[in-house]
């Protein structure tokens, strides 16, 4: 059992910068593949970012690409999220998740490819 503790999140000006980290504890967390949502008030919870659990592949959603960088430190059992040009609409609640590594295609922006979930971080961006 993978349990997923997000960190780092408030309120920002927009055009601000935030990251975000989340620490892995109960499993090997060089074999998950790693990932950022978010959830906005009314809306889906929605793809964010994604890492490989090597860390040689990123994976972004377009409405973030050139904004926001995810990283990994193994040796620490954490992921970033870096969050630069911060807007109005990157205001939600932000969620680390956690897939195994299998083989077979990674889904990196499905929900349920992910075992495990953090409880969530606050996000605000004020105009």
């Known amino acids: 059992q993978v349990q997923l503790v997000e960190s780092g999140g408030g309120s920002v000006q927009a055009g601000g910068s935030l990251r975000l980290s989340c620490a892995a504890s109960?499993?090997?967390?060089?074999?998950?593949?790693m990932a950022w949502f978010r959830q906005a008030p009314g809306k889906e919870r929605e793809f964010v970012g994604a890492?490989?659990?090597?860390?040689?592949?990123?994976y972004y959603a377009d409405s973030v690409k050139g904004r926001f960088t995810i990283s990994r430190d193994n040796a620490k059992n954490t992921v970033y999220l870096q969050m630069n040009s911060l807007k109005p609409e990157d205001t939600a609640v932000y969620y680390c998740?956690?897939?195994?590594?299998?083989?077979?295609?990674?889904?990196?922006?499905?929900?349920?490819?992910?075992?495990?979930w953090g409880q969530g971080t606050q996000v605000t961006v004020s105009s």
């Open positions: 998740a956690a897939s195994q590594h299998r083989m077979g295609q990674y889904r990196y922006s499905a929900k349920n490819e992910y075992d495990y």
């Open positions: 109960g499993g090997t967390f060089s074999m998950y593949n």
């Open positions: 890492i490989s659990w090597r860390g040689s592949s990123t």
